[in-house]
């Protein structure tokens, strides 16, 4: 059963943006650390940013700058703002519950040079 759910990739040229969202259900939202990780083909998946319960953040240095985690409290909702997006950017990208170690399908991101 997927709780994570991720939308919003897409394909895009370089120096373009995207938004992608993580619909969570309240429980998991509430209690996990969440994060953003990406897998690129032929590479182990990696982390790119997190967000904890009280709004601290951290990323990646490859994305430092270019990308920003953020949450909808309201509506359960992770975001991750991408910017200045790079063809090493392109992979899919998935949702996870730290703590509960729950993850998405994953949604896919592809910059074009």
């Known amino acids: 059963q997927v709780q994570l759910v991720e939308s919003g990739g897409d394909m895009v040229q370089a120096g373009g943006s995207l938004r992608l969202s993580c619909t969570a259900p309240?429980?998991?939202?509430?209690?996990?650390?969440m994060r953003w990780f990406r897998q690129a083909p032929g590479k182990e998946r990696e982390l790119v940013a997190s967000?904890?319960?009280?709004?601290?953040?951290e990323y990646a240095d490859f994305v430092k700058g270019r990308f920003t985690i953020s949450t909808d409290n309201a509506n359960y909702v992770v975001y991750l703002q991408m910017n200045g997006l790079r063809p090493e950017d392109t992979g899919v990208y998935y949702c996870?519950?730290?703590?509960?170690?729950?993850w998405g399908r994953g949604t896919q991101v592809t910059v074009s040079s």
């Open positions: 996870n519950a730290w703590g509960d170690q729950l």
């Open positions: 967000i904890t319960t009280r709004d601290d953040t």
């Open positions: 309240k429980t998991i939202f509430s209690r996990n650390t």
